[in-house]
Structure formats: C-alpha cells, structure tokens
C-alpha cells in the first residue's frame, strides 16, 4: 500500500475563476482524477490575486507529478500558466 501524500498546488491562469472551475468539476476532470488515483480535497483563489489558484489534492506519491505530466496539453488547453506552478507534497 503507498502513502497518500497531500499536495499543495498553485499556480496563475487566463481565465477567472468560475470558468475554471467548470473545467475542473466536470465529468471528464472527474475521470482524470480517478485514473491517476487523486482525490480533490480543496480548490479556491487568492483574494489579493484572483486568477492565482490552489488545489489541495490527496494521491499516492509521485502521482501528483505524473498526472501533470501526461494531462498538460489538456490542462494548457483551459487556461493554467504552467510557469507559475508550484507544488510542495505533505505527509
């Protein structure tokens, strides 16, 4: 069995908030998520930075990573500035 480790992420976008979340509430981000084994904990935007975004995800470790890596073009496709991406993982 692997720890599920949390991860922060944040990062800027194109789009407000509300319109992403769209994306990101939708049936096929749904089906993403479950295949890459990550559950959706919290997801909200800056007061001070409205476009800048954090997810908190829960996953086995190193899938965080690797669902970024093989979904990117379809997450670019909806607006995340990959540049400004941070992630920090906690046990």
Known sequence: ???KIKSVIT???EII???WIKFFDSKQSDV???LFDIKALFRG???AEPKKVICIH???EGYIQKFVQETGD???SHKVYFTFMKES???
Do not use: G, L, V
């Open 11 to 13: 990062f800027k976008m």
């Open 17 to 19: 908030f509300e319109d």
């Open 1 to 3: 069995m692997s720890t």
């Open 58 to 60: 829960q996953a086995p």
């Open 32 to 34: 993403r998520h479950y």
């Open 89 to 91: 993982s906690w046990i």
């Open 45 to 47: 935007f800056s007061k």
């Open 74 to 76: 379809w997450m670019k």
